[in-house]
C-alpha cells in the first residue's frame, strides 16, 4: 500500500532522511522508531508530499509527487498537534475537511460521535482540550475512510490518561484492513499498534524487525522510561550502562529494560550519578501482539529528586 | 442708432409667393434632391439666384423676405437692404467659397439658416462677410462653416443672437467662428459660437461683447491691439482659453464665467501686454490656469484690478509671469485651486498685491481663525508649500498631485524650518468666508439619489460577500452552550476500545 | 524488509475514487479563508478606519469648498483617491504577507497540504477568499461613505464614487498579490508582515520621492518619468482613478498632458495592463515558488 524507494531528503547539508526503503502490504502496521532527529517526522512528510525528496514513494499505487492530490486522498493524516482555524466550530472542522476530500456530504455528529466527541459539536477548537482535539484530528483523518492512516507522534503531547485513552481508540482501529504508518517514541504504543518496527538511526532505516522481536530486544517484564533533561542524557545512558542495564535513548529521555525484581536499579544508579529525573513511567509489556493494553502504574511521583 | 431702424417702418415689402413656386413641379424637386447627408425639413426647394434676383429688384432701404425654403446660392448684398427670412430659409453654400457678401453699408441679415462653407483657408471662406460700416447681423444660424461672421473695417456693426457652428475639422484647420476687423463701437451680443477657431477682435475699439456663449473653440474670445472694449456676462466653456487679451488697453472684464478651459495653455482669462483693465466678479472655475499674467499692467497708469472674482478648482488659480507687476487683488474667492498662486519660472511676486486696506481675498486653504469674529482672519495668510515650490520650478513634477510623497514633502517643508520656502505672498487681512458669488454655478442638480443608489449598491455587494463567507450565519451554532463531556471522552474511548 | 512482489493496491469499499476538482478545492478554501478574514478583527477595523477616513475627507474636501455651492472637479475623489493610496496597499499587503507564513507557523499549512489538495489550490483559494474579504471592506467602507454622502446632499459624481471602488479593488487584488509572494518567500510571519509594511512604505513614499529627486537631479524627460511612475502600481492607479473620474490627467501637468494627448484612449487599456501584470505575475511567482520549495 505504502512503497517507499531509496528515499533521501537533505535540508542543506543535513541528511534527514538516508536511502530510506519501506514497503508496506495493505493492512501492515508499521512504527517508525527512533531518537528525536531520527528522521521520522521528514519520512513520513515525504509519504505525504509535504517535502521534496529524491527517490520514490508510491501510495496505493501512485506516486506522492506527480499525484500527490490522489495519493492524499488515500491517507488519513493525524498531526502531533492540531494546528487548525481556532475559531472554527467542531462540526464546522468536520465538514470542511469532508468537502476537502471529496465527499458530497459528511455526517459530522456521526464522524465525532466515532472519536467520542459528541457533544462538542458546537465548541470551537481552542475550546478543546489536547485530547479532545487529537481526536477530532483523528475523526478527519476517518472522514472517506481511507486505506491509509498516517500519524505522527500523535500522543506527544498528551498526558498519560490521554494517551491511553487515543492509543486505545487507534487500536480498535487497526485490524480493519487500514495500512498504518505512525512515528513513535513510546514503546507502549508500539507495542499495541505496530506489526513490525522500522529502526531509524540518523537518517538511516536500520533494520525492520517483527513488533515481538523488537519488544524483545527491549527487555522482559517492563521497561521503565525515564524523563530526564537533555543535557545529562549522555551521561545517564553512560551510568546505566556502567549499572548493568541494556538503556536506549528516545525524544524525552532514556528506557530501560527492567526486570521484575529491579525496577528500582536506575533510580538508585542515577541517583548516585546525581542525575535528576523529571519523570517516570514504568510499562508493563506483555509478549505478543494480543496484549491488551498496557497498564500504566505509578504515575503519582511526579518528581523524583537525587 | 440707425442700424435699430425697424423694418416695419420699411414702406414696401416685396411679397414673392407665386404657386408655381409654392408647389414645385416634380423636375425641380428632383433636381434638388441630390443626396445629401442633412435630414430635410425645409417645406419647399427653391430655384438658383432666386435671392440675388430679389436683391437686384429691390431698391436702397427696402426689406426684403425671404420665403422659407433651401436655397442653394451665394448671396451678395450690393446696396443698403434689409433681407430677413421669413420662416426657416435656408442658404446653402454647397461647400464652396464664402456664401453671403456684405459690399453696402446699413445692412440687415436676419433670420436665416446659413450653412456649409468652403473650407479654403486661405479664402477665409465665411458664411457672412460684410466690408462695410453699420451691418446688423442678427439671429441667424451658422452651421457647418469655416469662418462664421468676418466683419472688415465695418464700424458701428450690430453682432447679436447668432449660433455659429463651426466644421468638425481638426483646430488647425478650422476658421474663426467671429472675426472684427477694424470694427470701431461694434455690439457683440448674445451670439453662441461653439466648435470654431477663434472670436477675435483686431483694431477694434469701443466694442462690447456681452451675454455671448463660447464653447469647444480656441480662443473664446481673443483681443488683438483693442482698446476700451467691454467685455461682461459672456460664458466660455471647454475652449483652449476663455479670454485672452493681448495689446489691449483699457478692457473690463465683469461677470464672465470661464469653465473647463483646458487646452495646452488652458486659460480661463489670459493677460498679455494688457494695461488698464479690470477684472470683476468673474467666476473662474475648473481651468488649467484661472487667469494667467504676462506683462500685465503694461504701463504703470493703473494698477490691475481683480476684485470679486472667484476662483474655483483651477490646477493654478492665478499664474504670475516674472513681468507681471502692478496688479492688486482684493475679495476675490481663492478655493480649493490645487495652486491658489503660482510663479512661473523663479520671479517673486513682490510687484503684486494680495490685499488692500482691509480688504484681503478668501483662500479656502487658510489655516488661521478669527477670534474677534470681524470677518477677517486673526494671522496673516502666507502661501509656502514646498511641494508648489517645487512645482513652480518643476512643472513635470506635478504628475505626484494627489500622492502621499506630495504630502510627505509638505509635511517636511512644514515641519522642518530649513527647507520652508519663502512665502509667495501674504494677505494681511485674509477673509474668513468668501464674498458672495455674483453668479454661481449653474447648478447641476445634485445627483444625490444616484449617488444614494450607488451606496446602496456597493453596501449590498458588501454584504453579499459577507453572506456567502456565511459569517452572518453562525450566530446560531455558537450560541449552542458547550456540554460539560469529561465523562463522555472515557464512555466513548471504551466503546472503541470494546 | 517485505519483498516489492507482495505488494498490491487494495481497493477499499467506501473510499472516494476521486479527488475534488481543483475549482471546488479553490472554493472550499477560499470560503474558510474568507469567513476567517471577515471574522478577525481586523477586518472590521479596517472596513471602519475607511468608511470614517473617507467622510472625514469628503467633508473636509466640501467644506473647502466654503459652501458657495460650486461643483469642484471630484475635490472629494481626490481625497479619497489619496486616503485609498495610503490604506488599500497597507490592508492588502498585510493580509497576503499574513497569510501562509502564520500558516506555516501554526502547523496549519502542513495540515492543510497533507489533505488531498494542490498547493496552487491552497494558494489560490486563499487568495480569493482574502480578495473577497478586501472586495467586501472596500464596498462597505466606501458604501457607507457615499450614503453618508448622498444623505447629507454633498455633491460627489456617483460614477467616480463607483470608478473609485473598482479600481481600489483593482489595487487591493495586486497588492495582495505582492503580500502572497512576500509570504511564500519569508520564514516567519513577523518578517513577513515587517516585510509587507516596508514594500508598503517604499510603494507609498520611498519610489515616489526617489523619482522626484530623479527628475530634478538627471532632469528626466516627461516620457521617462510617465514610464517609471508607470512602474509604480499605486501611481498607475492614482492616475488611473484621475483619468476615469475627470477623463483627462492633464490636471497632472505635463507629463499628464503627454499621457493624454499621446496615448488618448487606449490610457484605460495601459493602466489596466499595468495592474493587471501587478495582478497576476506575483502571483504566478508565488505559485511556482510555494509549489517547488517545501512550504514547511
Known amino acids: 500500500m505504502i512503497r517507499i524507494e531509496h528515499v533521501t531528503k537533505k535540508f542543506g547539508r543535513t541528511v534527514a532522511v538516508d536511502d530510506a526503503c519501506l514497503t508496506l502490504p495493505p493492512g501492515d502496521s508499521v512504527a517508525l522508531w527512533g531518537a528525536n532527529g531520527a528522521g521520522k517526522t521528514t519520512l513520513i512528510r515525504c509519504v505525504l508530499g509535504l517535502l521534496r525528496f529524491r527517490g520514490r514513494i508510491h501510495v496505493g499505487g501512485l506516486d506522492v509527487r506527480r499525484s500527490g492530490k490522489a495519493a492524499r486522498l488515500l491517507i488519513g493524516y493525524v498531526p502531533q498537534e492540531l494546528g487548525f482555524y481556532d475559531d472554527l466550530g467542531v462540526a464546522e472542522a468536520v465538514r470542511f475537511f469532508g468537502r476537502l476530500k471529496g465527499l458530497r456530504s459528511t455526517d459530522a455528529e456521526a464522524s465525532l460521535a466515532g472519536v467520542g466527541l459528541t457533544g462538542h459539536e458546537s465548541k470551537r477548537i481552542r475550546e478543546l482540550s489536547g485530547g479532545m482535539k487529537q481526536r477530532l484530528a483523528l475523526a478527519i483523518a476517518l472522514l472517506g475512510d481511507p486505506a491509509v492512516l498516517v500519524l505522527d507522534e500523535v500522543t506527544a503531547s498528551l498526558d498519560a490518561v490521554g494517551r491511553a485513552e487515543f492509543v486505545s481508540m487507534l487500536r480498535g482501529l487497526s485490524g480493519s484492513g487500514r495500512t498504518m504508518l505512525f512515528a513513535s517514541h513510546r514503546v507502549e504504543e508500539v507495542a499495541t499498534l505496530a506489526e513490525r518496527v522500522a529502526v531509524l538511526d540518523r537518517g538511516r532505516i536500520d533494520r525492520v524487525v517483527p513488533c515481538r522481536d523488537f519488544v524483545a530486544s527491549l527487555g522482559h517484564g517492563a521497561v521503565l522510561h525515564l524523563v530526564l533533561p537533555a543535557h545529562v542524557r549522555e551521561r545517564a545512558m553512560l551510568s546505566l550502562k556502567a549499572g548493568g542495564f541494556t538503556p536506549r535513548m528516545n525524544g524525552v529521555g532514556v528506557l530501560v529494560p527492567v526486570s521484575s525484581e529491579q525496577k528500582a536499579g536506575p533510580f538508585r544508579v542515577l541517583a548516585e550519578a546525581s542525575i535528576r529525573v523529571d519523570d517516570f513511567e514504568l510499562v508493563a509489556l506483555d509478549h505478543g501482539m494480543n496484549a491488551s493494553e498496557p497498564r500504566v502504574s505509578n504515575r503519582h511521583a511526579k518528581e523524583q529528586r537525587s | 442708432m440707425m442700424w435699430h431702424v425697424s423694418i416695419l417702418s420699411v414702406g414696401l415689402t416685396m411679397l414673392v409667393c407665386g404657386a408655381d413656386l409654392a408647389q414645385p413641379s416634380d423636375d425641380a424637386h428632383r433636381e434638388h434632391a441630390e443626396p445629401t447627408a442633412r435630414v430635410e425639413s425645409v417645406p419647399a426647394v427653391r430655384e438658383m439666384g432666386k435671392i440675388g434676383a430679389w436683391i437686384a429688384a429691390a431698391e436702397h432701404g427696402q426689406t426684403v423676405v425671404v420665403p422659407a425654403g433651401l436655397y442653394r446660392e451665394h448671396v451678395r448684398i450690393t446696396k443698403p437692404i434689409s433681407l430677413v427670412a421669413d420662416g426657416r430659409v435656408v442658404i446653402d453654400g454647397g461647400g464652396r467659397g464664402d456664401i453671403v457678401e456684405i459690399t453696402a453699408p446699413d445692412v440687415t441679415l436676419r433670420g436665416f439658416t446659413i450653412r456649409n462653407t468652403g473650407i479654403d483657408l486661405d479664402r477665409e471662406n465665411a458664411a457672412v462677410r460684410a466690408v462695410a460700416p453699420r451691418v446688423t447681423i442678427e439671429s441667424n444660424t451658422l452651421e457647418d462653416v469655416l469662418f462664421g461672421i468676418d466683419l472688415r473695417e465695418s464700424p458701428d456693426s450690430v453682432v447679436r443672437g447668432n449660433v455659429i457652428g463651426g466644421k468638425p475639422l481638426d483646430i488647425a484647420r478650422r476658421g474663426d467662428g467671429l472675426r472684427l476687423w477694424r470694427c470701431d463701437r461694434t455690439l457683440v451680443e448674445g451670439n453662441t459660437i461653439h466648435d470654431g477657431r477663434d472670436a477675435i477682435l483686431w483694431y477694434s475699439t469701443g466694442v462690447i461683447v456681452r451675454r455671448n456663449v463660447g464653447h469647444d473653440c480656441r480662443y473664446g474670445l481673443h483681443l488683438m491691439f483693442s482698446d476700451d472694449v467691454t467685455i461682461a456676462d459672456n460664458q466660455f466653456t471647454r475652449n483652449s482659453v476663455g479670454i485672452y487679451l493681448m495689446y489691449s488697453t483699457g478692457v473690463e472684464l465683469t461677470g464672465n464665467r470661464l469653465i473647463r478651459n483646458r487646452g495646452p495653455s488652458g486659460y480661463g482669462i489670459g493677460l498679455k501686454e494688457t494695461d488698464r483693465f479690470s477684472v470683476r466678479n468673474n467666476l473662474i472655475v475648473g481651468n488649467r490656469t484661472g487667469v494667467y499674467i504676462d506683462g500685465s499692467p503694461f504701463t504703470d497708469r493703473q494698477p490691475g484690478e481683480f476684485t470679486g472674482n472667484t476662483l474655483a478648482y483651477n490646477d493654478v488659480g492665478m499664474m504670475f509671469l516674472p513681468s507681471a507687476r502692478g496688479n492688486e487683488l482684493t475679495e476675490n474667492n481663492f478655493i480649493d485651486n490645487i495652486d491658489q498662486i503660482a510663479v512661473a519660472g523663479r520671479g517673486s511676486l513682490e510687484a503684486n498685491r494680495f490685499w488692500k486696506g482691509d480688504r484681503g481675498n478668501f483662500w479656502s486653504d487658510y489655516t488661521g481663525y478669527d477670534a474677534n469674529a470681524d470677518g477677517v482672519g486673526d494671522f496673516v495668510h502666507e502661501s509656502h508649500t514646498l511641494f508648489e515650490n517645487l512645482m513652480d520650478r518643476e512643472p513635470s513634477l506635478r504628475l505626484f498631485l494627489f500622492s502621499p510623497a506630495q504630502q510627505a514633502i509638505e509635511f517636511v517643508g512644514r515641519a522642518v524650518p530649513a527647507v520652508r520656502p519663502e512665502p509667495k505672498f501674504v494677505d494681511e487681512v485674509p477673509l474668513m468666508r468668501p464674498v458672495l458669488v455674483a453668479c454661481a454655478d449653474s447648478a447641476q442638480p445634485a445627483p444625490v439619489v444616484a449617488l444614494a443608489a450607488s451606496a446602496f449598491g456597493l453596501i449590498t455587494l458588501g454584504g453579499a460577500v459577507l453572506a456567502l463567507s456565511g459569517a452572518l450565519g453562525s450566530a446560531g451554532l455558537r450560541s449552542q452552550p458547550p456540554r460539560p463531556s469529561a465523562s463522555g471522552v472515557v464512555a466513548a474511548a471504551e466503546e472503541v476500545d470494546a | ?296
Open chain 3, 1 to 296: 524488509m517485505t519483498t516489492i512482489a507482495s505488494w498490491a493496491p487494495v481497493e477499499r469499499k467506501s473510499a472516494v475514487a476521486k479527488p475534488p476538482s481543483f475549482a471546488r478545492n479553490v472554493l472550499t478554501v477560499s470560503r474558510r479563508e474568507l469567513r476567517d478574514a471577515v471574522r478577525s478583527r481586523w477586518f472590521l477595523l479596517y472596513t471602519l478606519a475607511f468608511a470614517v477616513l473617507g467622510l472625514a475627507v469628503s467633508f473636509v474636501s466640501a467644506a473647502g469648498g466654503g459652501g458657495v455651492g460650486l461643483s469642484g472637479f471630484g475635490r472629494t475623489t481626490a481625497g479619497l483617491i489619496n486616503l485609498v493610496l495610503l490604506v488599500v496597499p497597507l490592508m492588502a499587503l498585510t493580509a497576503g504577507s499574513a497569510s501562509i507564513a502564520s500558516d506555516r507557523e501554526r502547523g496549519m499549512l502542513a495540515y492543510l497540504l497533507a489533505q488531498p489538495l494542490s498547493r496552487t489550490e491552497v494558494l489560490l483559494g486563499k487568495y480569493v477568499g482574502l480578495a473577497c474579504s478586501l472586495l467586501a471592506s472596500l464596498s462597505l467602507g466606501l458604501g457607507v461613505c457615499a450614503g453618508v454622502l448622498a444623505w447629507r446632499g454633498l455633491a460627489t459624481h456617483p460614477a467616480s464614487v463607483l470608478w473609485l471602488a473598482a479600481l481600489s479593488f483593482a489595487l487591493a487584488l495586486g497588492m495582495l498579490s505582492l503580500g502572497m509572494l512576500i509570504s511564500v518567500l519569508a520564514r516567519r510571519a513577523s518578517v513577513a508582515v515587517g516585510t509587507a509594511i516596508f514594500v508598503w512604505l517604499a510603494l507609498v513614499f520611498v519610489t515616489d520621492l526617489a523619482i522626484m529627486a530623479g527628475a530634478i537631479a538627471l532632469r528626466l524627460r516627461i516620457e521617462e518619468l510617465l514610464a517609471l511612475s508607470l512602474a509604480n502600481p499605486l501611481q498607475v492607479f492614482k492616475m488611473w482613478s484621475l483619468h476615469a473620474v475627470d477623463a483627462s490627467l492633464d490636471v497632472l501637468g505635463p507629463a499628464g498632458l503627454y499621457a493624454t494627448e499621446e496615448f488618448g484612449r487606449t490610457l484605460h487599456a495601459i493602466f489596466g495592463a499595468c495592474l493587471a501584470v501587478w495582478i497576476v505575475l506575483p502571483l504566478v511567482v508565488a505559485s511556482v515558488v510555494f509549489s517547488r520549495r517545501s512550504p514547511l
